[in-house]
């Protein structure tokens, strides 16, 4: 994934967001992009969103990829 990365940042910006219904702050964004190895057609990432407490006591932002994968679909 590291060769691809500006590809991740492509599929966080403009892909599809589908939000898991067992887990309602976790979201998998899905973008077709061509040429990728393998035959692989898509690139899947999974994040999560969450909050964390400030130093000031204010909710801040606390998202991150937990992981990205290339994925071959039809």
Partial sequence: MAAC???LRETIRVGT???D????????YF???ADLP???THVEAVVLF???EGTD???AANNYIV?????QLR
Wanted: net charge positive; glycine share 4%.
């Fill in 5 to 7: 990365e500006a590809e």
């Fill in 57 to 59: 006591g204010d909710l």
């Fill in 31 to 33: 973008l077709r992009i």
């Fill in 67 to 71: 992981t990205a994968y290339l994925k």
């Fill in 50 to 52: 969450r909050f964390a």
């Fill in 38 to 40: 393998e035959d692989n």
């Fill in 17 to 19: 967001r589908r939000q």
């Fill in 21 to 28: 219904p067992l887990s309602p702050q976790k979201y998998r």
